[in-house]
């Protein structure tokens, strides 16, 4: 990876920590994408114990997989303690009183390093978190690493093309990398099958949302802690003069009076295989050359 592009985690567990109070208000994207995860979830039969809410932000997935696996353990994990703290808003009530109390555990950590035990979780969930991480095959080795043979991983995650026209609008401006790398679905698939998983499922579909100018697509990113945190970012404000030529290269893309910011969503599932076993009932364990 281009030295530019890695992401500063520093600088991305500040913004996010800023952005918790206003996160839900602006995050209707992340929130719709979501609701479909979860319409997802009616179709594959499973009965996981634990849950991993990787990357779990303000939780918006909590109390849907609280409801659809009842009894079972969740634990959401996020690198901004300050999005952790909201969770507990998203809860009615009455399921903050015991015996009714989910097992909801908060985690602040990284989904490169994973402070979870191996083969503990029965489901992995991540809704657009993925594209947060520098590794992305370390990541998904991670998520393997965790799951219980059987288990599932299920998530989301920004295509190539998400705010493709911002990145076009800054071109010939200052030199300096403002949107963050993605990584495209057929990388992704790859990544799986090297990773172990059994049986990938990838799709993709292309959501736009519009705005009046490009300064109120600048504050939505903020608000939901989704701006430059690329090691290449300009340290300093952008010159005026370097915006104004982003707003004009923008026009180039107005449409019925809207500029549209484009998100390349996409989905992916896979299992981890159980375990074979020999005549005797013992582990079969693979041995393979090592590869240089």
């Known amino acids: 990876m281009a030295d530019e592009v890695i992401l500063d985690k520093r600088e991305v567990r500040r913004a996010f920590e800023h952005a918790a109070p206003t996160y ?3 995050a209707v994207l992340q929130h719709e994408i979501c609701n479909r995860m979860l319409e997802r979830l009616e179709y594959i039969k499973l009965k996981p114990d634990v849950i991993l809410d990787a990357g779990s932000g303000t939780g918006n997935a909590v109390p ?5 696996y009842s009894g079972a353990t969740l634990i959401a994990l996020d690198l901004a303690h300050a999005m952790l703290e909201r ?8 399921q903050t009183l015991p015996p009714l109390r989910p097992s909801l555990h908060a985690v602040c950590g990284d989904l490169e390093r994973l402070p979870v035990k191996r083969e503990s979780v029965g489901l992995v969930w991540s809704n657009l978190a993925l594209q947060w991480v520098n590794d992305l095959p370390r990541t998904i080795a991670e998520f393997h690493r965790v799951l219980s043979p059987g288990g599932l991983l299920m998530f989301s995650t920004f295509g190539p093309d998400t705010l493709k026209e911002l990145r076009l609008s800054y071109e010939g401006t200052d030199g300096r990398t403002h949107v963050n790398r993605f990584v495209d679905m057929h990388d992704i698939g790859d990544i799986l099958v090297g990773a172990g998983y059994a049986d990938p499922v990838m799709d993709m579909e292309q959501v736009t949302l519009t705005y009046d100018n490009v300064r109120a697509l600048m504050r939505e990113l903020k608000a939901i802690g989704a701006h430059n945190a690329t090691s290449g970012r300009p340290l300093t404000l952008s010159a005026k003069s370097v915006f104004q030529k982003v707003e004009r290269n923008y026009e180039a893309f107005r449409r019925d009076g809207k500029l549209p910011a484009t998100f390349e969503i996409v989905y992916g599932h896979a299992w981890k295989p159980e375990a074979r076993r020999g005549p005797t009932g013992r ?3 693979d041995i393979r050359p090592k590869t240089s």
């Open 64 to 68: 849907g997989l609280l409801a659809r």
């Open 87 to 94: 969770i507990p808003g998203r809860l009615k009530w009455w």
């Open 24 to 26: 839900d208000t602006h």
């Open 283 to 285: 582990r079969v364990i």
